[in-house]
């Protein structure tokens, strides 16, 4: 059941995790998490809920791979960060900028399989809305994944040190 997300009042539900921790004991102690569940759910900075969807900014730098960290979003319910239109990238990029330590903070987009043509990693298809900082794209040194800060997307080489942003469907539940 993990990966499901919903949110309740003021309380956010990751399958059986909660953002309230005081229940963590209790939990692990029953079986209904493991430790590795708790791993991958702690190593983020999230945010509030904006238009159906949480951002989970991981906090650690290491050598990004497209398949490998989409994977770790899939573990968490969601898929590296996409995006919809100009007011999601927007919030995207406040939230880096607010996020303690440095980037490159990678996205989800990617254009490796043709230069220049970007689309989403996680289902393959084009890219709906992309707005490059200044003298962005430029493919300097084979750069074929995409990077956000507060004044547009970067492209960066993949393999390069940095963090990514998972983007995460979130159910809203009157309560």
């Known amino acids: 059941m993990y990966g499901r997300h919903v949110v309740y009042g003021d309380k956010i539900f990751t399958g059986v995790i909660t953002v309230n921790m005081s229940f963590l004991p209790i939990l692990l102690l029953l079986g209904v998490l493991t430790i590795a569940s708790v791993q991958a759910y702690v190593g983020y900075s999230y945010s509030g809920v904006h238009n159906g ?16 960290m989409n994977g770790r979003c899939k573990q968490l319910g969601g898929y590296l960060v996409q995006f919809d239109d100009s007011n999601e990238q927007v919030i995207v990029g406040s939230l880096v900028y607010r996020v303690k330590g440095r980037g490159p903070f990678y996205t989800g987009l990617t254009d490796e399989e043709s230069e220049g043509r970007f689309y989403t990693y996680n289902d393959k ?25 507060p004044a547009g997307l970067n492209d960066l080489r993949c393999g390069k040190r940095g963090r990514y942003v998972c983007e995460v469907p979130v159910q809203i539940v009157q309560g």
């Open 53 to 68: 969807r949480r951002y989970a900014i991981s906090k650690e730098h290491e050598p990004f791979n497209l398949a490998k």
């Open 125 to 149: 298809k084009p890219a709906k809305y992309f707005k490059f900082r200044w003298f962005q794209p430029d493919n300097w040194w084979n750069e074929d994944c995409v990077t956000i800060w």
